[in-house]
């Protein structure tokens, strides 16, 4: 195998950026960011714990779930899940994160990278209820670059195109995967688990 291990030669076997690529890059919130991030209703959230552990997780509301406070600052309420709490801890012991952020129809996404502190403020996660409950805790995340990634990707996917998605039959239930995987319950019993937290545990 031919295994690429030092920057430099990275940088040979890709060749020069783009000035384009370089210059489009941000280290502020403009117009077009905040208008993206006020119509999103999904994002995808990339910390790790600065020793070799990473995650990535999906985020997801209403449009606009994430506030822009200001040019440098957005905050990423917290909803209801299983508290594992991943990316939380990841944060805690490493501020550094990315963000990317979609907008279904649209091919083009956001690229947001930071540092985040897990807050805990009501005055500032009063800015950020759903369903009138406001979080117990959030991410209160400093942008240092933002920009815009081009559509090639969810072009090459189609993944907006109705065409191509999936029957949902064409794939096991949750519950089904569960009960497989963890041999803890019956895999009606786990779908009947999942079901109740879509139900009822989803603010």
């Known amino acids: 195998m031919n295994n690429i291990t030092a920057p430099e030669d990275l940088r040979a076997h890709y060749g020069t950026v783009h000035p384009l690529a370089v210059?489009?890059?941000?280290?502020?919130?403009?117009d077009h960011c905040r208008h993206f991030i006020a119509l999103s209703p999904f994002a995808v959230l990339a910390t790790a714990d600065g020793q070799g552990g990473v995650d990535a997780s999906p985020r997801g509301d209403a449009p606009g779930f994430v506030k822009?406070?200001?040019?440098?600052?957005?905050?990423?309420?917290?909803?209801?899940?299983?508290?594992?709490?991943?990316?939380?801890?990841?944060v805690v012991a490493h501020p550094g994160i990315g963000l990317l952020f979609f907008l279904p129809g649209v091919n083009e996404t956001l690229r947001v990278n930071g540092n985040a502190t897990v807050i805990t403020d009501a005055s500032l996660l009063a800015q950020a209820p759903a369903?009138?409950?406001?979080?117990?805790?959030?991410?209160l995340?400093?942008?240092t670059?933002?920009?815009f990634h081009c559509a090639k990707a969810l072009m090459r996917s189609k993944l907006w195109d109705p065409a191509?998605?999936?029957?949902?039959?064409?794939?096991?239930?949750?519950?089904?995967?569960i009960a497989d995987q963890t041999r803890a319950m019956p895999a009606p019993e786990a779908d009947a688990l999942v079901e109740d937290g879509y139900r009822n545990n989803l603010y």
């Open 164 to 177: 191509t998605q999936v029957e949902r039959s064409a794939f096991p239930t949750l519950g089904k995967i």
């Open 23 to 30: 210059r489009k890059v941000l280290g502020k919130l403009d």
């Open 131 to 139: 369903q009138n409950k406001v979080p117990s805790a959030g991410l």
């Open 68 to 90: 822009v406070l200001d040019d440098t600052h957005i905050l990423l309420p917290d909803r209801p899940g299983n508290n594992r709490v991943d990316s939380y801890g990841n």
């Open 145 to 147: 670059e933002v920009f």
């Open 141 to 143: 995340v400093e942008v």
